[in-house]
């Protein structure tokens, strides 16, 4: 068994170690295009446009943030994400917050589209760029508010960065071993 486990830490490894910097670097590249594309004169006319460039600016917070922090913690140990309550705090709440904005602003993409289309003129209303950017500001203010209990819950346990009790088991997604493991 030990064999497995210390196969599957290698291979673990090797993932962080050449998997992640291309999905880094391909992640960021592709984002700046689309916010180089949109933020252009004639699409920045367009709400839709502004819903892509906050998805794509909160997908690069959520990528160099999720993806640059493990790669850090591998090639520079220890980890400082499970010494510092501080940065694990934070660490949570950047991703939470971030990948939770990025769907939001993607959702409300497409709800500008169908409002766009509408036959009903006071939906139309909402596919204007003034009433994007105020959606935009207020979604962004939400999803930190929502994503404000992990900085409360998150703990630093055996060097690692993680939430416990009764929240985490509600919830996040746990592995079974962590769900055995616990008394």
């Not at 959702?107 to 766009?116: E, H, M, N, P, T």
């Not at 060097?159 to 088991?169: H, L």
Request: glycine share 6%.
């Amino acid at each position: 068994m030990s064999s497995l486990s210390e196969t599957l830490t290698s291979l673990r490894q090797a993932i962080i170690r050449y998997g992640f910097p291309i999905s880094l670097t391909l992640g960021n590249i592709g984002n700046l295009f689309i916010i180089y594309i949109f933020c252009q004169k004639q699409y920045r006319q367009n709400s839709c446009s502004l819903y892509l460039v906050a998805a794509a600016i909160s997908s690069i917070i959520g990528i160099n943030w999720g993806i640059g922090t493990n790669m850090y913690a591998l090639y520079q140990p220890p980890d400082p994400f499970g010494q510092s309550l501080f940065l694990c705090r934070l660490r949570g709440f950047l991703l939470q917050s971030s990948s939770f904005l990025y769907k939001t602003m993607i959702s409300l993409g497409c709800i500008d589209r169908f409002a766009v289309t509408s036959s009903r003129v006071r939906i139309r209303e909402f596919s204007k760029p003034r009433v994007a950017l105020k959606v935009i500001f207020g979604m962004t203010l939400l999803c930190m508010i929502i994503s404000i209990h992990l900085p409360i819950f998150e703990v630093i346990d055996n060097n690692r960065c993680i939430i416990v009790g009764t929240f985490s088991d509600m919830f996040l997604f746990a592995d079974r071993e962590e769900l055995e493991k616990r008394p």
